[in-house]
Each structure stands twice: as structure tokens, then as C-alpha cells.
């Protein structure tokens, strides 16, 4: 039994001696995992080399499914959409590093969501092919929740804290979980707008960090065993340098 999907790469494990355990998020068939066999041989195989298989790679790939073995073996990879700036380009390559890693801790379930699946690709894709993304990580995390279930309740959007328990804006505080004062009002900032409108959002990079600190602590409330990025620290460099 065979198939094909377009996927992104989220990262790669050895297998054996000589392959690798490519696990990506795919089009038709949500988070899904595919022997390459023979990707770290030294003899070179150009149609499935580890060069291919980095973070974010957007792929079109092709798997057979043995009898003996529930385990899908890729038998061929093609690169749908090569990045022209993310693998140059210190913030964009940082900022992706990063996503990666959120990706990897929020992207569990094994069923097709091409809604998800076209955001994933068209955030990559917007990411390099425009100049201005200082506030790209932060809108494609915020974005993000909409697939995973928690976007924020914009219902009472004017009112001053959020509640991080509960998604949903409020009028006084309930409980340590709720937030009021700069990044809240920079975090509405986010909310019902559209990605070529993010560079209009009026945010410095110390605003921006406060900021993804709650979006971290947002994501921990409401994703079961979500990891904070260990590239966490390093966007915060790019972004102060």
C-alpha cells in the first residue's frame, strides 16, 4: 500500500545504521512518520539526502506501507517550495528554528486538516518572501491557536485583562492567571489582523518579548506537555541585537 502528500518537515531522528525516522506534518494525513533508508549512508543518494529533510522544508512526498511493517518507508521526496531567504538570513533562519520547535510540541493529531496545512505553508512562504517579519513569530503563534482550539475570545476585547485560563478578556482580574497592561493591549493589536498587515502593528523588540512570554505561558495552560523552545533564548538575542 502506497501514497503521496505534501508535508512539512518537522525534524528527523536516526534509524538504524545508515537512515532516519522523518516525522512532518503532512497535507492529507496530519502528523505522520516515514523511514528514509539509507539518507546518512555515505553512498550519496541525491533523491533522498539529509539536506533535504531541515526544519520547515515544505516536501511532496511518496511512501509505501510494506505488509511486514506498520512503519511507511518514503520512497522519494521532491522540495515544492525552496526557501529563497530563510537559510541566509540570521532572523529569518532564527524565527524558524524557533517555530520549528513549537511545531514539533504542538502538532499531535494523526488525522488530515488541510485548513492547518495551508496556514503552516503559507506562513512559511510569507515569512521568505517579505522584508519586514519582527512581528511574524508572534502573529503566527497567536494565528496558530485557532487550529489547536484556544484562539483568544474577542467577545469583551475592550475590556483591560486577559484571562489566560480561559481564553477570554475580562473586566477585573480572576486568579493569577489574569493579565493586564502594555502586552495585553499590544496582544489585541494582533488579533483580527491579517498578515500583510502585521508590520503596521506598532511593537519594539522589548514589547515583543513580554510578549511571547505570555504566549508561552498561554501555550503551557492549554497544550497538554507543551515545551518551551530552547531557541527561545536565542530569538531573543537576534531580536536586541
Request: hydrophobic residues 40%; aromatic residues 12%; charged residues 25%.
Amino acid at each position: 500500500m502506497g501514497g503521496s502528500s505534501k508535508a512539512v518537515v518537522l525534524h528527523t531522528i536516526k534509524y538504524g545504521e545508515t537512515s532516519v525516522m522523518l516525522h512532518c506534518y503532512t497535507e492529507r494525513f496530519g502528523l505522520r512518520s516515514y523511514v528514509v533508508k539509507g539518507a546518512r549512508s555515505k553512498k550519496k543518494n541525491k533523491s533522498l539526502s539529509m539536506a533535504m529533510f531541515q526544519p520547515l522544508t515544505q516536501l511532496e512526498l511518496l511512501f509505501s506501507t510494506p505488509k511486514s511493517t506498520r512503519l511507511p518507508i518514503l520512497k522519494s521526496a521532491k522540495i515544492i517550495h525552496p526557501y529563497a531567504t530563510i537559510s541566509t538570513d540570521v532572523v529569518k533562519s532564527s524565527i524558524c528554528i524557533f517555530l520549528a520547535e513549537v511545531f514539533r510540541s504542538v502538532l499531535k493529531e494523526e488525522e488530515e486538516n488541510q485548513s492547518l496545512y495551508r496556514f503552516l505553508e503559507y506562513a512559511l512562504i510569507w515569512i521568505d518572501t517579505r522584508e519586514q517579519i519582527a512581528n511574524a513569530h508572534v502573529f503566527i503563534l497567536i494565528q496558530l491557536t485557532k487550529y489547536l482550539g484556544f484562539y483568544p475570545d474577542m467577545t469583551h476585547i475592550s475590556q483591560p485583562y486577559f484571562d489566560l485560563e480561559n481564553g477570554q478578556f475580562t473586566a477585573k482580574a480572576h486568579g493569577s492567571e489574569c493579565v493586564s497592561g502594555e502586552e495585553i493591549e499590544i496582544l489585541k493589536s494582533y488579533l483580527g489582523t491579517k498578515f500583510d498587515n502585521i508590520d503596521k502593528i506598532s511593537a519594539n523588540a522589548v514589547q515583543r518579548k513580554r510578549l511571547l512570554r505570555l504566549l508561552m505561558r498561554y501555550y503551557e495552560l492549554h497544550v497538554q506537555s507543551f515545551r518551551q523552545p530552547k531557541s527561545l533564548d536565542i530569538l531573543y538575542e537576534v531580536f536586541n541585537d
